[in-house]
């Protein structure tokens, strides 16, 4: 956060690095947690669960309508249909971007996210700005992420105060008939899954 | 005793711009995920819910001031010290210093998969019916709780229409209580931007949704 000059935020790092050292062996001792199951939950979200996941579900969606019709009426299964299940996605919502309406995805009171898809939430997503202007000037945000719709899309601010999780279905975009689900998936970006940006255009088949 | 969440900033002014990061970062500093890993391993204990998680962090009186895993981690201490896991003076010490207290169980590595993938569903049978259908109109609880809740202040006292009906879902606000699940209907609820600001913001052509609890609503 701003107001800390480089040195103080190296220690600051330094001394939250043996807190968390601290916690984590008072409660290793006491035979609460297992040491182990530490590193398998870093190598988890650090290289299983992450928006790829999400960028297949949607590039699914993109190339076969009976799973895009079951994706946005019971996302939970469709999702599931893939491998991708469980914490904070556990009921999760699929909605699907059109030409007259732009969905965005925000938790205002926290930092909801549907882990099973997206992994976990990016610094931003988490931070003040983000969850308090996304509900008050949806364009002002856009803008920050290069985006700009037409006046004559409707946004729709999903804010998640409970627990079900909600996951945007972006447009395909124009000129990818060409490409397969796999060459499809690498146009789909995170940002684009939470409506804080568009996928990526394809580039021109030579 | 008055409860204060710092965390409820939907609508507040004077945050600045949104400073996007690439995909591929995860953490920015080890202790980041060492902090995840400590939460999500000592809530495997199942000595606390998600809610009460969520109520420890949103109530810390310097919430603003901290980074995201930061506020983790102190909602993490909080939790340990008033559920006698751990005192302060080891937490500092770094060393068990008193024995240990029973706990329900242990998330052990070999688990870590399988309690993921199942995760903690909410959804719930109840022996009664909703109380709103979708379309109709319904206007939100104006009086702020005097505990932890999933109404944002913002959307207090404002006039929404039923969107979904997702289903009976544990209710939050006992669950953070520690007095039960108490199941609810919860409903999705849009609100048009001129019912929440009122001509306060510019207008941008937005609607706004949460997902509400069947107590939070009144018929309009």
Known sequence: MSGHDHDDEHSELGEMDLRVRALETVLTEKGYIDPAALGVLIDTYETRIGPRNGARVVARAWVDAGFRDLLLRDATAAIASLGYSGRQGEHIVAVANSPTRHNMVVCTLCSCYPWPVLGLPPTWYKSAPYRSRAVRDPRGVLADFGVTLPDSTEIRIWDSTAEVRYLVLPERPAGTEHLDETELAELVTRDSMIGTGLPRAPERPA | ?220
Not at chain 2, 16 to 43: D, Q
Not at chain 2, 129 to 145: D, K, L
Not at chain 2, 151 to 160: D, E, I, M, S
């Open chain 2, 1 to 220: 005793m008055t409860y204060v969440s710092h965390a409820d900033l939907g609508g507040q002014l004077g945050h600045g711009r949104v400073v996007p990061e690439p995909e591929s970062v995860r953490f920015h500093a080890p202790w980041e995920a060492r902090a995840l890993a400590v939460t999500l391993a000592t809530g495997g204990t199942g000595l606390w819910n998600i809610d009460m998680t969520r109520a420890a962090r949103e109530t810390l009186p310097n919430y603003t001031a901290l980074t995201y895993y930061q506020i983790w981690f102190a909602g993490l201490v909080k939790l340990v010290i008033e559920h006698g896991l751990a005192a302060a003076d080891e937490i500092a010490a770094g060393r068990k210093l008193r024995p240990a207290r029973e706990v329900p169980r242990v998330l052990h590595a070999q688990d870590v998969p399988s309690v993921l993938a199942r995760g903690a569903p909410t959804a719930r049978s109840v022996g009664f019916p909703a109380r709103f259908a979708v379309g109709e109109q319904v206007r939100t609880r104006s009086e702020a709780a005097p505990h932890h809740t999933r109404l944002p202040g913002y959307l207090r006292g404002k006039l929404g229409i039923i969107e979904r009906v997702h289903g009976p879902h544990v209710f939050a606000d006992t669950n953070a209580q520690g007095l039960g699940e108490r199941p609810q209907w919860l409903y999705n609820v849009v609100f048009d931007e001129r019912e929440v600001w009122a001509g306060d913001a510019p207008a941008q052509r937005f609607k706004v949704s949460i997902d509400a609890w069947e107590p939070y609503l009144v018929p309009a």
